[in-house]
């Protein structure tokens, strides 16, 4: 079994060694996720107030206007559509390069802020697909199982949906190496998924306790917030996963 304690252990090691380099790339992650949020939610008012205004149309006085109404509204959802998928897509890369970053970092390597960004591109595809894999691997049986067991009555329902939760759960935590794969390895997104679920059964105590100690340190969260977030427990927590893949091998 991995020792999650252990990786944390040299995580922090590492973090005291290069504390100023963990700091500055946590802060321009954190910098970079905010304005993405940014341009989403400015995305989503402008496509709100779009969408109004072709719904408005479609009930107007005459036919052209239900077919303008139509057409504007459809537009609108495609075009939001595929802004939710760039914007998953950056989303991704940046969690990726700055994955990679901390990885070089505890490796006694140098990051540049230049670099940092052109990694973005770079990992965006591999771990894009990463997710929708894992997605598809968690949803797909999550929606049959209830399903299925809302077939037989309300009792079974409520059954099948707190099936379909530890399901997910297990399937997250058996999921847990699949990112670091991609990043420590270059694994392809299919790749990745098959070897966090090939390694990840032999480890899953040690998992356990990674996600345990994660959600500990996570509590002074609730008074420092924003600062502690990225100032300490992003590089930390991040470290940590990348050491306990590295052992889990």
């Known amino acids: 079994m991995v ?7 040299e995580a922090f090691a ?12 946590s802060i321009a992650m954190n910098i970079a996720s905010v304005i993405l949020w940014g341009f989403l939610l400015v995305l989503l008012i ?9 719904i408005n149309a479609m009930f107007a006085p005459g036919g052209a206007g239900f077919s303008f109404g139509t057409l504007g509204f459809g537009a609108t959802v495609i075009i939001l559509l595929i802004a939710l ?21 505890m490796g006694g390597k140098k990051q540049t802020m230049g670099a940092f960004f052109r990694g973005i591109p770079r990992l965006a595809t591999q771990l894009l697909a990463v997710s929708i894999i894992s997605g598809l691997l968690i949803m797909v049986p999550m929606a049959i199982i209830v399903a299925l067991l809302s077939l037989a009555g309300p009792i079974a329902a409520i059954l099948g949906v707190l099936i379909a939760i530890a399901y997910a759960i297990l399937m997250a935590l058996l999921l847990t190496f699949a990112t ?10 299919v790749s990745a998924v098959k070897y966090s679920l090939s390694i ?9 306790i990674y996600v345990v100690i994660c959600a500990v340190a996570a509590l002074p969260a609730i008074i420092l917030n924003v600062l502690y977030i990225a100032f300490f427990y992003m590089p930390l927590t991040s470290a940590a996963l990348l050491i306990l893949y590295k052992k889990a091998k």
């Open 3 to 9: 020792d999650a304690v252990s990786a944390f252990s």
């Open 14 to 25: 590492a973090y005291k060694k290069s504390i100023r380099d963990f700091i500055v790339y």
């Open 46 to 54: 402008v496509a709100g107030v779009v969408s109004l205004g072709s």
């Open 85 to 105: 998928l760039i914007f998953a897509w950056v989303g991704s890369g940046l969690n990726g390069t700055y994955l990679e970053t901390i990885a070089m970092l």
């Open 180 to 189: 670091p794969g991609v990043i420590l390895e270059n694994r392809s997104a």
């Open 200 to 208: 990840a059964p032999r480890h899953f105590l040690g998992i356990i």
